[in-house]
């Protein structure tokens, strides 16, 4: 049962931004911290950051300074505005509780290249 709907990826030249967005129902979504992951091909994935219900965020070295988790209690959806994007951060992004449950959406694709 698909819990996180996201979106807004896309295709984004180096140095670009780009934000991505995700809503959840409020039962799963209210109160609790959520996490935005990403995946690349041939790789595990990976939490980026997270923010708690009360909206302290804390990120992954790899995005510090460049991403900004932020989330809408009474729409209960969560974003992550990217900055400053690099190549590497190419991968299928997923929004999750923190630390997540086993029902994960379909995630949005970024790719970040010239």
């Known amino acids: 049962q698909v819990q996180f709907v996201e979106s807004g990826g896309g295709l984004v030249q180096p140095g670009g931004s780009l934000i991505v967005s995700c809503v959840a129902p409020?039962?799963?979504?209210?109160?609790?911290?959520m996490g935005w992951y990403r995946q690349a091909p041939g790789m595990q994935r990976e939490l980026v950051a997270a923010i708690t219900g009360r909206g302290i965020a804390n990120y992954a070295d790899s995005v510090k300074g460049r991403f900004t988790i932020s989330r809408d209690n009474a729409k209960n959806m969560v974003y992550l505005q990217m900055n400053n994007l690099k190549p590497e951060d190419t991968a299928v992004y997923y929004c999750?509780?923190?630390?997540?449950?086993?029902?994960w959406g379909q995630g949005t694709q970024v790719t970040v290249s010239s």
């Open positions: 409020g039962s799963i979504f209210r109160g609790y911290a």
């Open positions: 999750n509780r923190s630390p997540p449950n086993n029902s």
